[in-house]
């Protein structure tokens, strides 16, 4: 089994910025790609950023310019550095990756969420 454990969220003022984390642990043999979705109230849950295994990024035009995913690979962890944040960024932020629990099986596993709340 594999679990993914978010930490960072918090009450911030719009402006300011946040470090989300994203730790996997368990059966993690190998790690194609780690994402950072959101969710706000009333809302679909919807792809953040995205890193691969080499390195590729992909954000969404929401958020490009002022976000940052990074990948500590040797920890399982992965980072997403939020800038110039904005009360639109609101949301309950998850973690999710593709994670092979052996040589050939892959599977999506989701962290429980962590609250941004931008809010002066």
């Known amino acids: 089994q594999v679990q993914l454990v978010e930490s960072g969220g918090g009450l911030v003022q719009p402006g300011g910025s946040l470090r989300l984390s994203c730790v996997a642990s368990?059966?993690?043999?190998?790690?194609?790609?780690m994402d950072w979705y959101r969710q706000a109230p009333g809302k679909q849950r919807d792809l953040v950023a995205r890193i691969n295994d080499e390195g590729t990024t992909y954000y969404a035009d929401s958020v490009k310019g002022r976000h940052t995913i990074s990948w500590a690979s040797a920890q399982n962890t992965v980072f997403l550095q939020m800038n110039s944040l904005k009360p639109e960024d609101t949301a309950v932020y998850y973690c999710r990756a593709m994670v092979y629990s052996t040589t050939t099986r892959a599977d999506n596993y989701w962290g429980q969420g962590t609250q941004v709340t931008v809010s002066s």
């Open positions: 368990g059966s993690v043999v190998r790690i194609d790609h």
